[in-house]
T-cell receptor, first 115, second 117 residues
């Protein structure tokens, strides 16, 4: 069984500044993947970044990076140089490595980037 | 990246009627597709996992006779909401998993907004 918890329902940040979204998880899988998805007002789910649990190096994708603390079961997302287009719902998710395992989503964090 | 489409994007129907939503993987074959439901300002809730050529696996609390899922081909899964009622009004999202090339990622459709009057 997997659970994903996002403790920040809403956050705001000034344009060009940095913001960190929190996520904790629990899983019984020995190997798993962690994801951050963005859902803008269009409601299209967009993959922001992915982390494989067996990799110690934190994943980065341009302005987006994660702080993966495996022992603490923490997987936070840092957005640098925030842009207005980053305004969206952000969902943290986990998935076991087995083929049949599905994504488990957190409750989401609504991020507002202010001009 | 792989593309998943949904049709229709928005549907309004009368209470008691049935509505079919299509989910297509456009440029890859998807042996597994997933159907989610999302209420306003809430997270995605998995309804069922659809495997090509076999019966769907429904999550606890989801009525399989009300939400009929068919996955007849490697590129198409359908969700039929039977005898729809206003409480079925929601945003329905499908995703498809691409196993080609060792990928294990889910790609999401744009969603379908269902309003039942």
């Amino acid at each position: 069984a997997q659970t994903v918890t996002q403790s920040q329902p809403e956050m705001s940040v000034q344009e060009a500044e940095t913001v960190t979204l929190s996520c904790t998880y629990d899983t019984s899988e020995s190997n798993y993947y962690l994801f951050w998805y963005k859902q803008p007002p269009s409601r299209q789910m967009i993959l922001v970044i992915r982390q494989e649990a067996y990799k110690q190096q934190n994943a980065t994708e341009n302005r987006f990076s994660v702080n993966f603390q495996k022992a603490a079961k923490s997987f936070s997302l840092k957005i640098s140089d925030s842009q207005l287009g980053d305004t969206a719902m952000y969902f943290c998710a986990s998935k076991g490595n087995n083929a049949g395992n599905m994504l488990t989503f957190g409750g989401g964090t609504r991020l507002m980037v202010k001009p | 990246g792989a593309v998943v489409s949904q049709h229709p994007s928005w549907v309004i129907c009368k209470s008691g009627t049935s509505v079919k939503i299509e989910c297509r993987s456009l440029d890859f074959q998807a042996t597994t597709m997933f159907w989610y439901r999302q209420f306003p300002k809430q997270s995605l809730m998995l309804m069922a996992t659809s495997n090509e050529g076999s019966k769907a696996t429904y999550e606890q609390g989801v009525e399989k006779d009300k939400f009929l899922i068919n996955h007849a081909s490697l590129t198409l899964s359908t969700l039929t909401v039977t005898s729809a009622h206003p409480e079925d009004s929601s945003f329905y999202i499908c995703s498809a998993r691409d196993f080609a090339g060792g990928h294990n990622e889910q790609f999401f459709g744009p969603g379908t907004r269902l309003t039942v009057l």
